[in-house]
């Protein structure tokens, strides 16, 4: 899922850009946008006395209220990640932001703001579109697999395999509380290489892989590894390849990565 960060100041044409950018680019990806709007101080308000507002009050993680053209959903967290992780596991491959600016994703800046990753100002609808690589990638588990099974010709898919790898905290009596992956095109060099190891095995239909960077401590997750396969015995064996490359490749020196 790539992350479209716009910030600016109040009144700085943010949301005006934004549904600019949604006529644009909803024909182009269908069901594959969403939207995630920083409210500040003014709280988004559940009608009182309402059936859901009321399952919300008496402690329901989730509720959702549906109608005949919509689906509303509250959820008892309001933290970010927690917003994203929802967003990527159910297949969105573009979430717009507005506001966060806090966040250290890579953003468009309307107006005047002066901010760090700054990687466009004021630019045009087109301008993004054809941008659209430059910004960052954010992925689950769940959403690495909608988004490859989208992408591959399932007629003659006879398994998904999935591997999801963690800092361990320990190794032994050696404990890890984290591992360094700043060599970011190192990283992502070395991934693509495995994918593309993996892509020309024969009875691979589709892979997929993702490596998180930056410091991971004990229990982060580091890797999401998805592989469609013909036969469940070509994905066994093509994973555990790839694994073994990305470990005596990559996490076999994490921390000599940091440069």
Do not use: W
Request: proline share 1%.
């Amino acid at each position: 899922m790539k992350i479209i960060h716009i910030v600016g100041h109040s009144n700085s044409g943010k949301t005006t850009f934004i549904h600019q950018l949604l006529d644009r680019m909803t024909p182009m990806f269908p069901e594959k946008i969403g939207v995630i709007k920083h409210l500040g101080h003014h709280n988004y308000e559940m009608e009182s006395g309402k059936d859901t507002t009321t399952h919300y009050e008496h402690g329901a993680y989730y509720v959702a209220g549906v109608d005949s053209d919509k689906a509303m959903v509250a959820i008892h967290n309001n933290e970010f990640s927690a917003v994203l992780d929802l967003f990527s596991d159910s297949g969105m491959e573009y979430a717009i932001i507005e506001g966060f600016k806090d966040e250290g994703f890579k953003k468009i800046v309307k107006g005047d703001l002066k901010i760090k990753n700054c990687i466009m100002h004021d630019p045009t609808v087109d301008e993004v579109i054809e941008s659209l690589h430059k910004f960052d990638d954010y992925f689950t588990m769940q959403g690495i697999i909608k988004e490859l099974k989208n992408k591959t010709n399932m007629t003659h898919a006879g398994a998904v395999l999935s591997f999801n790898g963690i800092v361990r905290e320990y190794t032994k009596e050696e404990k890890t509380e984290y591992m360094d992956f700043d060599n970011y095109k190192k990283v992502d060099q070395i991934i693509r290489d495995i994918e593309d190891e993996v892509k020309n095995t024969r009875g691979i239909l589709g892979v997929k892989f993702h490596h998180n960077k930056g410091r991971l401590y004990a229990g982060d997750d580091v890797t999401y590894l998805v592989i469609i396969s013909t036969h469940r015995q070509e994905a066994f064996s093509a994973m555990m390849k790839a694994i073994d490359r990305l470990k005596s490749e990559l996490h076999d020196i994490g921390k000599e990565l940091a440069e």
